[in-house]
């Protein structure tokens, strides 16, 4: 049994106040706070366990590289991996990204090349292939969602031409919580034989993962959002891509040996992991992950989904709040505006003032923005902590923002 009181008895940030009020925190699609668990491994790596890591032979330096090392089987575990060598361990999902891009990509694509990507993807799942696109004259094309923000796996699979040679695509919306039927556009996209980028940023963190069963080629994740360290993340690669990937930074155990001539790589996934790492971020992670699965993300899902359903029949009573996108399958992640002139800056310092903690701007995600017809939005994106009070708190902000502002 999923029980939210004891789980928020593991944050010690929940207890306190913030503007006078009881921290409601629903800023979790920018970054979730961190369990005790969390708190308390970094604390310690840093107190009593800290050294580098892979080189020295003392104690310390074992024990760390042991701690750092065994994060790689623990991410292996969550993803539904089939070989904890498939993980490349880095700072996060913009990295990830980042490496696809140049170790990848940038030696195989030439201009007139295609990278499919839809309109919901954050700018992390979109600058990357704008460098591909100024500098090798790569095209990207973009597929819309509908009016409920759905994206149909079948527009994008026939966006596919000859010239395909990526799909990057995001599992859920960080702006509209739509999930994506990542594993249908994988089977039809390999069919054509053409790889699939999955950006798990979002989807990762709000229901369980079977990188095998979906079948993509990357999968990208980031500590931050999945209770764990800002600058720890990894990135999923399958062995036949991982072989056609060239090192994207050079130092460090990415090496075997350096001779004034030659270099000779490290076997993956250590040939992609350049100089010393975040040691501890990833130490953390790795315990943030093991709390989630302890958790039970099938636990976690089923509890989010009743405060989504919760939240959409409290929110949707709100005839002058516009909620943007409506997918049967959305997350409890929820954009909107007001009726009237109130900017979503304003309205997030109002629910500021009642203690309510929402993201407020566009998000990362400026196409979709633009998609919508809006310059920004306020989102409330909840998380495994959060409670049904709690979207009534939000309600009682919103009504009087709307009494402000009317």
Not at 168 to 192: P, Y
Not at 256 to 273: G, I, L, Q, S, Y
Request: net charge negative; glycine share 8%.
């Amino acid at each position: 049994m999923y029980d939210v009181d004891n789980v928020r008895a593991d944050f010690p940030i929940l207890s306190r106040e913030v503007n006078g009020k009881p921290l409601v925190y629903l800023d979790n699609g920018a970054s979730a706070q961190k369990p005790s668990a969390v708190i308390d491994a970094i604390t310690q790596a840093y107190a009593m366990e800290y050294s580098n890591v892979h080189r020295g032979l003392h104690y310390l330096s074992n024990l760390a590289t042991e701690k750092y090392e065994s994060v790689r089987g623990t991410i292996a575990r969550f993803l539904g991996a089939r070989d904890e060598n498939e993980i490349i361990l880095n700072s996060g999902t913009t990295e990830g990204i980042n490496m696809v891009a140049y170790s990848w990509a940038m030696p195989r694509l030439q201009a007139g090349d295609e990278i499919i990507l839809s309109v919901m993807e954050h700018h992390a799942n979109i600058v990357p292939w704008h460098f591909l696109r100024e500098r090798q004259g790569v095209v990207l094309k973009w597929v819309d969602v509908d009016a409920n923000g759905d994206l149909d796996p079948q527009a994008v699979l026939d966006a596919i031409t000859p010239k395909t040679k990526l799909i990057a695509i995001t599992q859920m919306s960080n702006v509209l919580g739509t999930l994506v039927d990542v594993k249908s556009i994988c089977a039809g996209a390999h069919e054509h034989g053409v790889p699939v980028l999955v950006d798990g940023s979002q989807g990762s963190v709000h229901a369980p993962v079977d990188v095998t069963d979906i079948d993509c080629d990357f999968y990208v994740i980031t500590g931050h959002k999945l209770y764990g360290p800002s600058g720890s993340g990894a990135i999923y690669v399958k062995q036949a891509r991982m072989a056609e990937m060239r090192p994207f930074m050079g130092g460090g155990d990415m090496i075997r040996d350096v001779t004034r001539d030659a270099v000779t790589w490290n076997d993956p996934p250590m040939k992609f992991e350049a100089g010393t790492p975040g040691i501890v971020q990833t130490i953390g992670f790795g315990v943030a992950l093991e709390y989630l699965m302890a958790l039970g993300m099938d636990n976690v899902a089923a509890h989010e989904a009743r405060l989504r359903d919760y939240a959409t029949q409290r929110l949707s009573g709100l005839n002058w709040l516009n909620i943007q996108g409506n997918s049967a399958t959305k997350g409890a992640i929820f954009s909107f505006t007001l009726d009237g002139a109130a900017h979503a800056h304003d309205i997030s310092t109002v629910l500021d003032k009642k203690g309510v903690a929402v993201r407020a701007g566009h998000h990362c995600a400026q196409p979709l923005m633009q998609h919508l017809g809006v310059t920004a939005t306020c989102r409330a994106s909840f998380g495994l902590y959060n409670t049904e009070a709690e979207v009534d708190v939000l309600v009682d902000a919103l009504n009087l923002c709307h009494d402000l502002f009317a």
